[in-house]
């Protein structure tokens, strides 16, 4: 806890990571996204750039919108891609549900599930 106000007051101002921020050749700004799933996305565009409406979110795919409160619903009929996916998907899910009923089986071992 002693010195822990020390050590901040080194840190700011006299840094040289400060010093490297004023240096950026040309400034940005930061605009939010949210997407469905409540993440938050923050790219940064040129000023002079103009912002989409709205934002892939990169952790989930879903749209994002800079509107915290309604973001944009999620694509639902999408055309093929998703199709294929989905078959795709299902393919490697028999080797998913192989594994996730191991690791059910192992939980249920741990909790001492006795209970079926
Ligand atoms: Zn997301």
């Not at 901040?8 to 004023?22: H, I, K, L, Y």
């Not at 923050?42 to 990169?58: I, Q």
């Not at 998907?89 to 028999?94: G, T, W, Y």
Request: charged content about 30%; overall charge negative.
């Amino acid at each position: 806890m002693a010195g822990g106000n020390a050590i901040r007051g080194t840190r700011v101002g006299a840094g040289p990571m400060g010093e490297s921020e004023r240096g950026e050749s040309a400034p940005r700004r930061r605009v939010s996204y949210w997407c469905a799933n409540g993440h938050e996305v923050r790219p940064s565009f040129a000023l002079d750039a103009e912002e989409p409406e709205t934002w892939d979110c990169p952790r989930c795919g879903l749209p994002a919108g800079k509107d915290q409160e309604s973001p944009p619903d999620p694509p639902r009929n999408e055309p093929y891609k998703t199709h294929l996916a989905y078959v795709k998907e299902r393919r490697s899910d028999a080797d998913g549900e192989a594994i996730l009923a191991e690791a059910l089986a192992k939980l249920r071992a741990q909790r001492g599930d006795t209970a079926s």
